[in-house]
């Protein structure tokens, strides 16, 4: 069993920035795809971003194309998402999730994910 625990978010003026990290256990991290999901209140759950095993592909939502940044490093079990020059639009509970599958172009869709954690609030004012 794999436990994912986020931690970064918070409150944030429009244009600012935040770096959400998601921190793994119970497997070797670096055989897990990981991804980012988030939730706006009303909305549905959502894709941000996702990341292959070693790094090396990415795969964003065209809506935070540019803005924001997924990185992993391996031998810390952690994956970060940096948010930058965030908008209210982006308000929401932000989520990461992994699988234990290999992924290298094309995103998992959300059903696909085994390992979710408990999400963290980020909320942008105007």
């Known amino acids: 069993q794999v436990q994912l625990v986020e931690s970064g978010g918070g409150l944030v003026q429009a244009g600012g920035s935040l770096r959400l990290s998601c921190a793994a256990s119970?497997?070797?991290?670096?055989?897990?795809?990981m991804g980012w999901f988030r939730q706006a209140p009303g909305k549905e759950r959502e894709f941000v971003v996702f990341?292959?095993?070693?790094?090396?592909?990415?795969y964003y939502a065209d809506s935070v194309k540019g803005r924001f940044a997924i990185s992993r490093d391996n031998a810390k079990n952690t994956v970060y998402l940096q948010m930058n020059s965030l908008k209210p639009e982006d308000t929401a509970v932000y989520y990461c999730a992994g699988l234990s599958r290999a992924y290298y172009y094309t995103p998992p869709a959300a059903n696909v994910y085994q390992y979710w954690g408990q999400g963290t609030q980020v909320t942008v004012t105007s």
């Open positions: 119970g497997r070797t991290f670096s055989s897990l795809t």
């Open positions: 990341i292959n095993r070693s790094g090396g592909s990415t």
